[in-house]
């Protein structure tokens, strides 16, 4: 009856023909894949990843059993959106067979190939996506450490910051000014700043109109700025002054006892203060020894692989994307590509090169939307821009433009929200 060690073999031949994973045949058990953060670069990526093959044994680490969405928290910011709308469970992963685990990663072994966990675990791996998003560079600028933020806001990562910045905003007498401080390129979201700066003064119009909002800025120009400014000039006369790095706009200070911001020429002392401080990768970035002296994680542009560290891959706000922003829409873009990468590599196999594509959508009002696209492609060991490709919203539109523009920032917010956490 039973089989001849030949048919067992021609069995097992059968069994591994086909697209098998190397070591899924060498060693009897599926592949490992830690993903590191869940944001919209690692919750996308391991959902991607399981669609590209559903053998490989995944593993998301994150902290927080919610995530708290960043895009549409200036809306929350300006009193038109509730929290609630931001937040999103990991429930759907875990439903398709990503084990959850909800911890930090404390530290990495890039030669052990392991993945530390706050409590003492440790997650084997046999590649390793890391999408930890940003951290704060605290200090950078004098006087701005947590204590301060817990004073001066940056709300630069949802959640309670978000809503301490809300409170400060319905508190604050008409009258007051509002002193924001933008830092210099690069940063998570580059139109976020001026998103917020034009919700606050349409906060401060229709509720508090005496007042004003003060942008700050370390740097001279930025995104979809002509865009930006044309809508001001129409919406906010008098509501929202933008001073430039060489009009003196760099913060090089801030006092949270006198809730006063310094710059080289003058001392603000506001009603309300958010400050956005420069960033970098997060901190587990650097644990793992991926991140360069810039504190961003330089990649191969094709693969999204570590240049420092073989078998880690970087995606989203962490990652050195060339030409790409920041953004929601990358992080997701990128974690497709670096997904459908992981597992051609997995299988023996080269990842071609990508097309990567970026939308970023600003409301300037409830129904006053823009939009700055870009096209991207490696080229000469970078994500670099294709010429011709994306653009911005027209300079002169009429108001229903601008409106369907904000009903296509909903309808984006909707359908990638769906997409990684739905
Ligand atoms: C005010 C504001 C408005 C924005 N608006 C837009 C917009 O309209 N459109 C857009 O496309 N983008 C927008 N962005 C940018 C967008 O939020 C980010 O680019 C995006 O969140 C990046 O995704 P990520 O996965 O890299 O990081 P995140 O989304 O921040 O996710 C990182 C995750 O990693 C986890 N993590 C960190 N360290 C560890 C660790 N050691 N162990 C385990 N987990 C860890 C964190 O808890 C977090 O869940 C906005 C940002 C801001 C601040």
Not at 133 to 141: C, F, S, V
Not at 258 to 271: G, I, L, M, P, R
Not at 276 to 295: H, K, N, S, Y
Request: hydrophobic content about 45%.
């Amino acid at each position: 009856m039973g089989h001849t060690r030949r048919q067992f073999l021609a069995l097992a031949a059968a069994v591994c023909a086909g697209p098998a994973l190397p070591r899924l045949a060498a060693a009897q058990s599926p592949a490992r894949v830690v993903v590191v953060g869940g944001g919209f670069a690692g919750a996308t990526c391991a959902r991607f990843l399981h669609r590209a093959d559903a053998r490989i044994a995944l593993t998301l680490v994150e902290p927080n059993p919610t995530f708290t969405a960043c895009p549409f928290s200036n809306a929350v910011v300006a009193g038109l959106r509730d929290i609630r709308d931001q937040r999103f469970g990991y429930q759907a992963l875990s439903a398709e067979s990503i084990k959850v685990v909800q911890a930090a990663a404390t530290g990495i072994d890039p030669p052990g190939r392991q993945v530390h966990l706050a409590g003492g675990a440790s997650l084997p791996y046999d590649r390793l996506v890391l999408a930890p998003g940003i951290d704060l560079r605290w200090e950078a600028i004098p006087g701005y450490d947590e204590a301060a933020a817990e004073k001066m806001p940056h709300a630069w990562k949802a959640g309670e910051q978000t809503l301490l910045l809300r409170r400060q905003l319905e508190a604050m007498a008409d009258g007051g000014v509002v002193v924001m401080a933008v830092p210099a390129n690069p940063y998570r979201c580059p139109p976020g700043p001026y998103e917020r700066a034009s919700l606050i003064a349409h906060y401060l119009k229709t509720h508090k109109p005496r007042s004003k909002v003060l942008v700050l800025d370390a740097k001279d120009t930025f995104s979809k700025q002509r865009l930006f400014t044309d809508a001001w000039g129409q919406l906010y006369p008098g509501l929202l002054e933008w001073v430039s790095l060489s009009q003196g706009g760099k913060v090089i200070s801030v006092d949270p006892g006198t809730n006063t911001v310094s710059t080289d020429f003058e001392q603000h002392k506001a009603a309300v203060v958010n400050v956005i401080p420069p960033q970098r990768a997060g901190r587990i970035a650097e644990l793992a020894g991926v991140a360069d002296r810039t504190g961003w994680c330089p990649i191969n542009p094709v693969s999204f692989e570590s240049q420092l560290q073989p078998n880690i891959h970087v995606i989203g706000d962490a990652a050195i994307a060339g030409a790409m922003p920041k953004s929601a829409f990358a992080a997701n873009a990128q974690a497709k590509i670096c997904a459908a990468a992981v597992a051609t590599l997995l299988r023996g196999g080269t990842p071609a090169d990508p097309v990567l594509v970026n939308t970023c959508y600003s409301l300037v009002a409830p129904d006053y939307g823009i939009s700055v696209a870009g096209v991207y492609r490696p080229k000469g060991g970078q994500l670099t821009d294709v010429e011709g490709a994306g653009g911005t919203s027209p300079p002169q539109a009429p108001p229903q433009t601008r409106a369907l523009e904000a009903q296509y920032a909903e309808a984006w917010f909707r359908t990638i929200t769906n997409e990684v956490f739905g």
